[in-house]
């Protein structure tokens, strides 16, 4: 069965320095991976997405992540944080491009200090 | 504006009392999906559609109903609610490979 474990329920960084926010998988194949953002309050917005092809994926709001398939992770990055940026992450695996059933992590919370 | 609409926003109540969430996508989606947020879980799937008169179950059906009789209106149907259902709901819809897009959300307290 399928699942994704994000191993930091809650991380802090300081504005202007980097950040990598952990997701790892479990399934046989190769999955479909989502990276979300939510904001106090509102529903979740799509950050990027990996399907095939170039392992490196750059999304919205300098966002990136990095597919490796040695290690079962699709690891969220950004190289500054910004204050605006303090919101909960979520990672989701789905077993096929077109499936209609999409799982998600517990998710990660992310605080930005001044 | 593309988005996904659901109501009511919040919604409070009795244990027993059907009730229905309505959900409408304006992108011509062919997949829907209702998701349910607690605390420390993550998000759930309860159920989604692939189309039209198709419908599966997720993660933790138990409880709910859905209908998908149009392409962009996919209700959550709480037949007999019980407060292990209070949570906050998630309506999304999506095209062939792409992402979800998540509506804004409906709060749900069962008393």
């Known amino acids: 069965a399928q699942s994704v474990t994000q191993p930091d329920i809650h991380i802090t960084v300081s504005e202007g320095a980097s950040l990598e926010l952990r997701c790892n998988y479990s399934y046989g194949a190769t999955p479909y991976l989502f990276w979300y953002v939510q904001s106090p309050g509102q529903g979740l917005q799509l950050l990027l997405k990996y399907f095939s092809g170039d392992t490196l994926v750059q999304g919205i709001k300098g966002f990136e992540a990095e597919f490796k398939r040695s290690q079962s992770s699709f690891n969220l990055r950004k190289p500054s944080v910004h204050w605006s940026d303090a919101a909960e992450y979520f990672c989701a695996v789905g077993a096929t491009k077109n499936t209609g059933k999409l799982i998600f992590g517990q998710g990660t919370t992310l605080q930005v200090k001044p | 504006e593309a988005q996904v609409t659901q109501n009511p926003r919040y919604l409070i109540t009795v244990t027993g009392k059907k009730l229905t969430v309505t959900c409408s996508q304006n992108m011509n989606h062919e997949y829907m999906s209702w998701y349910r947020q607690d605390p420390g879980l993550g998000l759930r799937q309860i159920y989604y559609s692939m189309n039209v008169e198709v419908t599966d179950k997720g993660d933790v059906p138990e409880g709910y109903k859905v209908s998908r009789k149009e392409k962009r209106n996919f209700p959550l149907i709480l037949e007999s609610p019980s407060p292990n259902q209070t949570s906050l709901y998630f309506c999304?819809?999506?095209?062939?490979?792409?992402?979800?897009?998540f509506g804004s959300g409906t709060r749900l307290t069962v008393v």
């Open positions: 999304a819809s999506r095209i062939q490979g792409g992402g979800y897009t």
